[in-house]
T-cell receptor, first 111, second 114 residues
Framework: EAGVTQSPTHLIKTRGQQATLRCSPI?????VYWYQQALGLGLQFLLW???????NRGNFPPRFSGRQFPNYSSELNVNALELEDSALYLC??????????FGPGTRLTVT | AQSVTQPDIHITVSEGASLELRCNYS??????LFWYVQSPGQGLQLLLK??????LVQGIKGFEAEFKRSQSSFNLRKPSVHWSDAAEYFC????????????FGGGTRLMVKP
């Protein structure tokens, strides 16, 4: 069974640009979660999508947004990039409330 | 709101020695508790989980954890550490009331001496 996949592996952007990160969940999983792992800030919950709808979001500004497609894959968009957005962005998927399985992450570097 | 504390930022143990990583949580009801491991530059791998029932749970790679409600703890243990266990370990709490988001502790970096 294929795990959660994320693309790209690395992404380098300039301050003020937009970044798009993609996630494909495990087959059969309908929920996708996004987390940010920034140096010194730990792992923080960003967004939760389920059945195509945004169900919950963490304490992040509106320039962090995303969507979930009919095939349950998901996209995270970060607009007006700031230096402090540099982080590892982890996607997780789940079929129920009990377990989340994580992908390898996308390393976003903002210069 | 729930929170998780991992008091030890770094731990060094000798290969073959036993290991205990501490985790304390704060939540009003019975939480869902998890331990994840992260190797450098990688995502998170689920080691084990606790939802209810037997308070001693077994996980992968020879790890186990014990839920102690009176101490609000969920410590991770391994009787004999291997060099390949060197990684960062994260304790997390999840609750259905919080939209299924996981709240993570700050992590404990484990180093293994030969």
């Amino acid at each position: 069974e294929a795990g959660v996949t994320q693309s790209p592996t690395h992404l380098i952007k300039t301050r003020g640009q937009q970044a798009t990160l993609r996630c494909s969940p495990i087959s059969g999983h309908t929920s996708v979660y996004w987390y940010q792992q920034a140096l010194g800030l730990g792992l923080q919950f960003l967004l939760w999508y389920d059945e195509g709808e945004e169900r919950n979001r963490g304490n992040f500004p509106p320039r962090f947004s995303g969507r979930q497609f009919p095939n349950y894959s998901s996209e995270l968009n970060v607009n007006a990039l700031e230096l402090e957005d540099s982080a590892l962005y982890l996607c997780a998927s789940s079929s129920d409330i009990y377990e989340q399985y994580f992908g390898p992450g996308t390393r976003l570097t903002v210069t | 709101a729930q929170s998780v504390t991992q008091p030890d930022i770094h731990i060094t143990v000798s290969e073959g020695a036993s290991l205990e990583l501490r985790c304390n949580y704060s939540y009003g009801a019975t939480p869902y508790l998890f331990w994840y491991v992260q190797s450098p530059g990688q995502g998170l791998q689920l080691l084990l989980k606790y939802f209810s029932g037997d308070t001693l749970v077994q996980g992968i790679k020879g790890f186990e954890a014990e839920f102690k409600r009176s101490q609000s703890s969920f410590n991770l243990r391994k009787p004999s550490v291997h060099w390949s266990d060197a990684a960062e370990y994260f304790c997390a709490v999840g609750t259905n009331n919080a939209g299924n988001m996981l709240t993570f502790g700050g992590g404990t970096r484990l180093m293994v001496k030969p």
